[in-house]
């Protein structure tokens, strides 16, 4: 049974996923993984924008992930414009 493109499982695994597959300490969009978790075509992959902040956020809470900007650990829910999201240090898989 195939899981829904916003099941919060699935977009925290596929923020992880495409951390797993950059260097170290290289950086990922939240729009990359809502783009990777979109089945189809054009557009609608902007719906899981929110979701993928709420997956984001819960992996900041674990420790799994930083949010950054200028290459600076910020906090998501103050930072203003463009936010990346890399591995916290430690938590190569």
């Known amino acids: 049974m ?15 996923r ?4 950059r260097a170290e300490n290289a950086t990922i ?6 783009r990777a978790a979109h089945s189809g075509s054009g557009d609608g992959w902007r ?3 929110d979701p993928v902040r ?3 956020r819960r992996l900041v809470a674990a420790g799994r992930v930083e949010v950054v900007q200028h290459g ?12 990346r999201v890399r ?3 430690g938590k190569r898989d």
């Open 72 to 83: 600076e650990v910020v906090d998501m829910d103050t930072a203003r414009g463009p936010i």
């Open 29 to 34: 969009c939240p729009s990359e993984a809502a």
């Open 54 to 56: 709420e997956a984001v």
């Open 87 to 89: 591995k916290a240090p």
């Open 2 to 16: 195939s899981r829904r493109p916003d099941a919060p499982e699935r977009l925290e695994e596929t923020v992880l």
């Open 47 to 49: 719906a899981l924008m």
């Open 18 to 21: 495409l951390l797993d597959q």
